[in-house]
């Protein structure tokens, strides 16, 4: 079964701490990762697609990596405006319809 | 640039009533989806669209019911409201689907009493 997980679930940073979120998937066959970022009350901004190991995207103070088991988002020197729950999704070779499986989200708090 | 717009935003609704959520793009973007996002279960998939009159069920697609006469347009309908189905549902499109990101909507929270 495919399956996304994102760890921390939750991650407190004081500004300028960088740090990195976790997305580790299980998928039959990835055809796309996908980064969403999620303020309260309001629909995922889309971040970054990712298709294959080794590819790296940038914007701004975000990272993001892709290995064959997972992606990690990397924030570096955090603001307060950062503070969001990031989604990380894939989508399988499987499916041939567009259907993202998403993780529970990482929410993270960034203090001044 | 309106993108991609849902209303009502706020609905509450009781128990057995049908309520029809609406969803609007203007980017002429061939797929269409809803999700719905819950506590505890993330963002689900409920129904997607291809094109215009290509509808097929998602994850969890009991309950609903859509329609895609127009492009730009995809409603989803509960046709008889639960309390199970209180929920924020989000509609979403992307230009090609397969392989390609999807924008998303701001959302509806429809509470069901």
């Known amino acids: 079964e495919d399956q996304v997980t994102q760890s921390p679930e939750a991650l407190r940073l004081q500004e300028g701490e960088s740090s990195s979120l976790n997305c580790s998937y299980t998928?039959?066959?990835?055809?796309?990762l996908f980064w969403y970022r999620q303020d309260p009350g309001k629909g995922p901004e889309f971040l970054f697609t990712?298709?294959?190991a080794g590819e790296e995207k940038e914007k701004e103070r975000l990272k993001a990596t892709l290995t064959k088991k997972e992606s990690f988002l990397h924030i570096t020197a955090p603001k307060p405006e950062d503070s969001a729950t990031y989604l990380c999704?894939?989508?399988?070779?499987?499916?041939?319809?567009?259907?993202?499986?998403f993780g529970q989200g990482t929410t993270l708090q960034v203090k001044p | 640039d309106a993108g991609i717009t849902q209303s009502p935003r706020y609905k509450i609704t009781e128990t057995g009533r049908q309520v029809t959520l609406m969803c609007h793009q203007t980017w002429s973007h061939s797929y269409m989806f809803w999700y719905r996002q819950d506590l505890g279960h993330g963002l689900r998939l409920i129904y997607y669209s291809a094109a215009a009159d290509i509808t097929d069920k998602g994850e969890v697609p009991d309950g609903y019911v859509v329609s895609r006469s127009k492009t730009e347009n995809f409603p989803l309908t509960l046709e008889s409201a639960t309390r199970s189905q209180t929920s924020v549902y989000f509609c979403a499109s992307s230009p090609r689907g397969v392989g390609y990101e999807q924008y998303f909507g701001p959302g509806t929270r429809l509470t069901v009493t």
């Open positions: 990712l298709y294959s």
């Open positions: 999704a894939v989508q399988a070779y499987s499916s041939n319809t567009g259907k993202l499986i």
């Open positions: 998928v039959s066959g990835l055809r796309g």
